[in-house]
DNA sequence: CGTCACGTTGAGGAAGGTCAAGTTGGGTGG
DNA sequence: CCACCCAACTTGACCTTCCTCAACGTGACG
């Protein structure tokens, strides 16, 4: 399935595949899905017997509390594979919820089972897809903990710019970004009052602006270096499994 | 080794282990090592060959920025591979203190690669691992980014002590903490200030005792509540992988 | 018996939340 | 084509949470 090799592409800049891998890969059966922007991918706590790779759109998992705020832990782009941690644990203990319409590839468990099974460098590779999600949390993490409104946003900015422009979705220092100041807050941990506010005052150093959910960023340097911002935990570069 | 028994434990809690799978853990090859209390067990941007076992002692992984601010990412209890994950990203993004004294078993990731390639389902018990520690980090960002101190600082506390419940290392609702309030507020985004008076509230609220490193919970159900703490995502039942 | 790390508490300030009002712009129905 | 509506953005005023700075208490240890 053709579809498949935006994930190709996402793994041969970890690591060299092999024929035999890509055709592997190429060969894994699987259904396309949609969902419409604002839908839930994923509900939490379901138990789900696929993992699904994003071929369009973007998404973002998230937990709630009782009262039904929530906090977004991971905003995905085309190429990832929003919940392939649930081929080792078959019941989310997230929600995943598409921002934009977005189009899936959901592959079964059973086939990523015998993928795994015969081809040891390709489990690793997966794997790492899946260990590069918690550097993502731990980065958030430390954003959280320690920096301010302005830093907080500058660094998810900066994330999500670099991932979007490995996917090819991002060039020139723009991007689309289909989510309301109210999401973003909930990605942030702050209100849609205070993200609003942040973003302000990246406007008015001239770092970035933001119209009608693009951004163009004016000062990468002075955005990376607000939010000291280090790409090195996407492991976007060749690195051998 | 007779030593990585407690890893045996850990994993049989997940799913069986045939025989076979439980002869190769044991012939895993593996060096001894100890960590005095305060020191680095791996430091940010080190690159690994092994990955270590925690055996005994508590440890922990963090972040820090430019100034020194440190975020702690996640606390280890003994039975942890407080770096598996660097099996497949070879260079670590964070570093990794021991809170107090840790014993550790150095596992050679050569050895990992030839067990992982001849063993597809302990395979994926190990990717479990690493899937669970992703899991805790995105209940750590729920708690930063919603959650006020009082209740952020119990759900670290009910966190903490069913993973050392599970490892049979506290009971009766006691454990031992073997962290000052300034590395627990570095745990929780706090500073050492605001987790002492978060602390006294739960003291005041009859919750919970703390003492000489020791923490005695009074009511589980009400600490919980208040933490709106689920266990699920732990895994620490059974559940064939 | 002094030192030092850790815990505790108070006072004042900054960051972020809450509430409320107004603006803007796209979509829809008359 | 225009009037209306609604979601999202924006801004102000005020309040809560958490931080900063500072002082003091306590116990282990040399």
Redesign the pocket.
């Known amino acids: 399935m053709a579809t498949i090799d935006i994930f190709v592409r996402k793994l041969s800049r970890h690591d060299d595949l092999s024929p035999d891998e890509i055709a592997a890969l190429r060969e894994l059966p699987g259904e396309l899905a949609e969902v419409r922007a604002g839908q839930d991918v994923v509900r939490t706590g379901q138990w789900v017997e696929h993992s699904s790779l994003l071929l369009s759109g973007l998404c973002g998992r998230y937990s709630a509390l009782r009262d039904g705020r929530r906090q977004y832990t991971e905003i995905n782009v085309p190429g990832d594979f929003v919940d392939l941690h649930s081929f080792v644990i078959k019941q989310l203990d997230h929600g995943i919820v598409a921002f934009s319409t977005s189009r899936f590839l959901q592959v079964p468990h059973a086939a990523l089972a015998q993928l795994t099974t015969a081809y040891p460098h390709l489990t690793r590779l997966l794997w790492l897809e899946t260990v590069v999600d918690a550097a993502i949390h731990r980065q958030w993490l430390l954003a959280m903990g320690r920096q301010?409104?302005p830093a907080?946003l500058a660094r998810l900015i900066c994330e999500l710019y670099v991932r979007l422009e490995a996917a090819e979705l991002a060039w020139n220092l723009r991007m689309d970004l289909p989510m309301?100041?109210?999401e973003l807050g909930e990605a942030l941990?702050?209100?849609?009052?205070?993200t609003?506010?942040?973003?302000?005052i990246l406007r008015e150093r001239q770092l970035l602006d933001w119209r009608d959910?693009q951004i163009e960023i004016h000062d990468w340097r002075a955005l990376a270096d607000l939010a000291e911002f280090d790409p090195g935990y996407l492991r976007l570069t060749k690195e051998p499994v």
Chains 1, 2 share one sequence.
């Open positions: 301010d409104g907080r309301t100041q109210h941990g702050f209100t849609a009052v205070h609003n506010r942040s973003l302000r959910q």
